[in-house]
């Protein structure tokens, strides 16, 4: 059964970090690139970071420099590291794979939400 579940959210101050981390099951972990998305108040789910299953990353401009996402395919698992955050990044983070059609899934987990509080 696809799964996916993500941790690590919270309360934080501008300038504070945070790690996020994801575990999904193999039928969507395996093999596929594999993404980070947050969904701000009222907003629409937008694109993070990603990370091939050999490595290579992609992130959002407002967020590169700051965020490193990397996968550990032993386990299945995902992270975010946040660093700098800002008030601009709160919302609910999601992780799933990604391609061109990632806005058809039909498939994710509960999210995890990161506040950045002044």
């Known amino acids: 059964q696809a799964q996916l579940v993500e941790s690590g959210g919270g309360l934080v101050q501008p300038g504070g970090s945070l790690r996020l981390s994801c575990t999904a099951s193999?039928?969507?972990?395996?093999?596929?690139?594999m993404a980070w998305y947050r969904q701000g108040p009222g907003e629409v789910r937008e694109f993070v970071a990603s990370?091939?299953?050999?490595?290579?990353?992609t992130y959002t401009p407002a967020v590169k420099g700051r965020f490193t996402i990397a996968r550990d395919n032993s386990k299945n698992t995902v992270d975010l590291q946040m660093n700098r955050l800002k008030p601009e990044d709160t919302g609910d983070y999601y992780c799933?794979?990604?391609?061109?059609?990632?806005?058809?899934?039909?498939?994710w987990g509960q999210g995890t939400q990161v506040t950045v509080f002044s």
């Open positions: 193999g039928s969507i972990f395996r093999g596929n690139v």
């Open positions: 799933n794979r990604f391609d061109l059609r990632w806005r058809e899934y039909s498939t």
């Open positions: 990370v091939s299953p050999r490595g290579a990353t």
